[in-house]
């Protein structure tokens, strides 16, 4: 199993997930994902986003989308998703903004990583993805 920190950017999974809040996800070979599941996707064409499962397809693939719909692209834009192209299912939210000392609470961990709850080519979203 692999975990890692991302800074979410953005506004489409609010309420859930805030601009400035930090995700913990893990990744394992076999992971179980069901709708509902909040995951970082390596997206072909929008790079590192974090979006909730709506549903799984037959053959693994996913749909995707944002909480919330007036700020997120929607999974029509998102396509489905492979499997492997899951990087970690959210695990924990750490709330907020002013978080600069987390990497040495985390007990010397890499950086946090940025990951975009919406797409930049999407009219109606904001946010990047930076490790």
Same mark, same amino acid.
């Given at each position: 199993?692999?975990?890692r920190?991302?800074?979410?950017?953005?506004?489409?999974?609010?309420?859930?997930?805030?601009?400035?809040?930090?995700?913990?996800?893990?990744?394992?070979?076999?992971?179980?994902?069901?709708?509902?599941?909040?995951?970082?996707?390596?997206?072909?064409?929008? !790079?590192?986003?974090?979006?909730?499962?709506?549903?799984?397809?037959?053959?693994? *693939?996913? +749909?995707? @989308? /944002?909480?919330?719909?007036?700020?997120?692209?929607?999974?029509?834009?998102?396509?489905?998703?492979?499997?492997?192209?899951?990087?970690?299912?959210?695990?924990?939210?750490?709330?907020?903004?002013?978080?600069?000392?987390?990497?040495?609470?985390?007990? !010397?961990?890499?950086a946090?990583?940025?990951v975009?709850?919406?797409?930049?080519? *999407?009219? +109606?979203? @904001? /946010?990047?993805?930076?490790?």
């Amino acid at each position: 199993m692999r975990l890692r920190l991302y800074k979410v950017t953005g506004h489409s999974m609010l309420p859930a997930l805030a601009d400035g809040d930090f995700v913990l996800a893990f990744r394992c070979a076999r992971q179980a994902l069901e709708a509902g599941d909040r995951v970082v996707v390596d997206h072909p064409e929008f !790079g590192r986003i974090i979006k909730r499962v709506d549903r799984i397809l037959p053959g693994g *693939d996913l +749909n995707i @989308s /944002g909480d919330n719909p007036a700020m997120s692209t929607h999974s029509e834009r998102l396509g489905q998703i492979p499997r492997e192209r899951v990087a970690g299912k959210v695990l924990m939210v750490i709330r907020g903004p002013g978080l600069s000392r987390l990497n040495t609470v985390m007990n !010397g961990a890499p950086a946090a990583e940025r990951v975009t709850t919406q797409c930049p080519q *999407d009219t +109606n979203a @904001s /946010g990047s993805v930076r490790p």
